[in-house]
């Protein structure tokens, strides 16, 4: 029946995934055996008590005490049944193994920010090793999102002021997808991540190369490679349309209207201004959103943005 599974979930990619899905399948199967038998036995009934004549009178009764009995203790043993299996299966996918990769989780309009141990951050894309499990540690910087992974069979809602966490053990490698799944206004359906999965070398490839890639790649296209992996691309667009945030075609050189009246000329200073503090300056007709991205951007990462939005013409 792996068929019908499919149907309904992604193909699991975390330990307990696959004891979830049990779980499911046997109440599907409860629920599908139950609705065969009641929807039958009120057809047959249908027919079989049928009114024959005008004047019939059916026989008057009260109650049937064995039959009470029957449909009273045998739900009853289901669902405390399920209750013990869910239960069960609840505690294993909440308690984590002490021993897990930690990996902060902040949630803010309109991207997902993660912050390992070593102190590399990443937006709305993480790799994660192998058969090793993680912890994550999440809050928010704003409103109530909440952290949804389908295939890993996970959800947490995500709030302001408070740390929730959960943790999963991979099993496979391969992306998945993460999503906020709490309504949380116009770029909510924005705030979506990949989970990379992948082995312990890659990992540490990853770690390690994250830093001799950003050193060696040219200023422009490292600009590019931050400009989508950084979260800009889902505010801001490349070829004149307007997001969240204003597009970056053609900006470069120009005089923008504040929300304050001023007016500003669009240079380095504005940029890195606009980046590393961007409630300095609300540009007017713009909602105050974005993040901002202090302590996020090394030095070089901030010189390959500007280089990139003055590029784009
Ligand atoms: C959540 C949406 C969002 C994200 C993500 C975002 N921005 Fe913005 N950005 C805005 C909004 C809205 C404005 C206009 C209001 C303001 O000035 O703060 C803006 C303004 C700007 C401006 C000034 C533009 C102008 O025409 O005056 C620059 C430059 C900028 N962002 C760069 C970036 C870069 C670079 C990134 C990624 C590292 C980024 N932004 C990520 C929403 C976002
Ligand atoms: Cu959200």
Redesign the pocket.
């Known amino acids: 029946m792996n068929w019908l599974r499919s149907l309904m979930m992604p193909a699991p990619g975390s330990s307990y995934a696959s004891e979830v899905d049990d779980l499911y399948m046997l109440i599907f199967w409860i629920s599908a055996f139950f609705f065969l038998l009641i929807a039958g036995l009120l057809s047959y009934f249908v027919w079989r008590y049928r009114r024959r004549s005008a004047d019939e009178v059916t026989p008057h009764i009260s109650h049937n005490f064995k039959l009470e009995v029957v449909w009273s203790v045998i739900p009853l043993i289901i669902v405390v049944v399920l209750f013990f299996l869910g239960f069960n299966s609840y505690m294993n996918a909440r308690v984590g193994p002490g021993e897990a990769l930690e990996i902060q989780v902040r949630g803010k309009?309109?991207?997902w920010e993660f912050e390992y141990p070593d102190g590399m951050r990443t937006l709305n894309e993480i790799y994660i090793p192998v058969n090793r499990p993680v912890r994550f540690v999440m809050s928010s910087e704003d409103v109530i999102h909440s952290f949804y992974v389908p295939s890993f069979r996970v959800k947490m809602d995500v709030l302001p002021n408070r740390y929730t966490d959960l943790w999963f053990h991979p099993i496979e490698e391969g992306v998945h997808t993460m999503l906020c799944a709490e309504y949380c206004g116009r770029?909510h359906s924005d705030m979506l991540a990949q989970i990379h999965v992948v082995s312990e070398a890659k990992f540490r490839e990853w770690q390690e190369q994250g830093d001799e890639r950003m050193r060696t790649m040219p200023l422009a296209e490292l600009g590019k490679m931050?400009?989508e992996s950084?979260?800009?691309a889902?505010?801001?667009s490349i070829d004149g349309t307007r997001r969240?945030?204003?597009t970056?075609k053609g900006?470069y050189g120009e005089s923008?209207a504040m929300r304050d009246g001023s007016t500003v000329l669009?240079d380095e200073n504005?940029?890195r201004e606009?980046?590393l503090e961007?409630?300095a300056?609300?540009?007017s007709g713009?909602?105050?959103?974005?993040?901002t991205?202090q302590g996020l951007?090394r030095e070089r990462e901030i010189a390959a943005?500007i280089e990139f939005?003055k590029a784009q013409k």
Do not use: D, N
């Not at 713009?286 to 993040?291: D, H, K, L, R, V």
């Open positions: 309009r309109w991207v770029g931050l400009y950084r979260g800009c889902t505010c801001h969240e945030g204003p970056f900006i923008h669009v504005y940029l606009s980046i961007p409630q300056k609300i540009r713009y909602e105050a959103i974005m993040p991205f951007l943005l939005i």
